[in-house]
């Protein structure tokens, strides 16, 4: 399993790509978060095998409404989550 922690900006907030974010991850089996930062960027915590993990990444283009300008993928320790989520509360810059 790995495990990553996903910034992206771009026109990225308001425009349903938290929901669509959740859509692909339950439809691949990922398990993690996705909040909304204050900057207007979208943190994306998430722990799925690697190779469904790179195919998640890749699917997050296809997000209608949504233009990616930017992602920063980093490895990260994550604690297990049991399913994905969507976070409504206003996120720290580093959790």
Known sequence: MKSVEILVSGRVQKVGFRACIKKIAMNLGITGIVMNLPD????????????????????????????????????????????????????QERI
């Open 40 to 91: 207007g960027r979208v943190r994306i915590f998430a722990t799925a095998d690697p190779i469904i993990i790179d195919k998640f990444v890749s699917m997050l283009y296809g997000c209608p409404r949504a233009v990616i300008r930017e992602l920063q993928i980093d490895a990260c320790d994550l604690p297990h989550y049991i399913d994905f989520t969507i976070s409504r509360a206003p996120a």
